[in-house]
């Protein structure tokens, strides 16, 4: 990965690319730092060392780097692209329109993205009344009695809104920027950027709270789980696929062979954001319904907000394993995959074309979809297992989302930059 880097800032053209990435980036953790105007920082500092929030507030947070429970301008972080991302996907499954659009190659891809912006705005907006409501009202952060914000007028909520809505749109055009003139997808560089941000901090709080003995012993077995991810990540059954050769007016076409790379964890980090998102609502049920001797609220009160109940934890599993399912059947369609192959000659050693096609794919992909459904349960349960061994953060560095998302970030972008060395290598060969 070193080699990489250090060979790409030797190419010149790759040089600028690479700083101008760097200068992205720099933006965007200075706008993350920036407070929202009508904010009272000196109350919001304060109160962030006694504050105990979890769920989906802690997931926004780390997307944010930890913006958001700082109000920043930079507040809702990356957050909103990602649902909004997510809702189009599973929209195209549903809307025909939709599904024509993203047939329709580049042009349509291009108005699909055109929806995902308008739709992130509107999600950003939604976002950013709900956090300044709680921020005004006093439940953003737990065990705080200070007023977050100077004044509680209309107008200094309008302002705050606002405020972080756009921020949310330059993030956007950040990430484009990155895309466009940069190396790697912009929006994925960005929200690396800010987990990496909180890893450091996070890491250190063991430390400080378990000394470094602990601190040894989670490092060591953090090298592990990284390990383990990017094994997981680049593992992939790879389907032969050979095509026939066929006669097209006066040239022959075909006989070449290729594959189906199905990777073992084809749907990536959605799961575990969508199952961390339906267990947050038995926590803002009891965070907002002051009965107590509600026996509804007292059973979710005792074992489904927190983490740390055995219960909590096999529901959490469960539901990864069963988004994990979900998302890859709407997001690999072996009907579509195998009359594509019928269509232009193409066939699985072995296998008839057309719907024994389609049956093999469906085969594969359930059997192949379990291990990468364990995985990420696995993976997303270390930081409520270490919380409950050692009384770490909720935001424990090695485990859930943030290895996640820094493993495959990092390894897509390196994938790219090499990509790109050889292509000039293979240049400056031809020359």
Partial sequence: MLGAFANAFRTPDLRRKLLFVLLIITVFRLGSQVPAPGVNVANVRSCLDSQASGGVVDLINLFSGGALLQLTIFALGIMPYITASIILQLLVVVIP?????????????????????????????????????????????????????????????????????????????????????????????????????????????????????????????????????????????RIPVQYARRMVGRKMFGGSSTYIPLKVNQAGIIPVIFASSLLYLPAMAVQFNANTTNPVLTFLNNYLVGGQHPLYMAIYFALIIFFTYFYVSITFNPQEVADNMKKYGGFIPGIRAGKPTEDYLSYVLSRITFPGALYLGLISLIPLIAFALIGADQNFPFGGTSILIMVGVALDTVKQIESQLQQRNYEGFLR
């Fill in 97 to 237: 329109r939709l599904e024509a659009l993203k047939k329709e190659g580049q042009a349509g891809q291009t108005k699909i993205t055109q929806y995902t912006r308008y739709l992130t705005l509107g999600l950003a907006l939604l976002q950013a009344t709900g956090i300044v409501a709680l921020a005004r009202s006093g439940n953003l952060l737990q065990n705080c009695n200070q007023d977050l914000l100077h004044s509680n007028s209309t107008s200094t909520f309008l302002i705050i809104v606002i405020t972080m809505t756009a921020g949310t749109a330059v993030i956007m055009w950040l990430g484009e920027l990155i895309t466009d003139r940069g190396i790697g997808n912009g929006m994925s560089i960005l929200i690396f950027t800010q987990v990496v941000a909180t890893f450091p901090a996070s890491l250190w709080g063991v430390q400080q709270t378990q000394g470094w003995w602990v601190f040894g012993v989670v490092m060591v077995i953090g090298l592990v789980i990284i390990a383990g991810v990017i094994f997981i990540e680049q593992a992939q059954r």
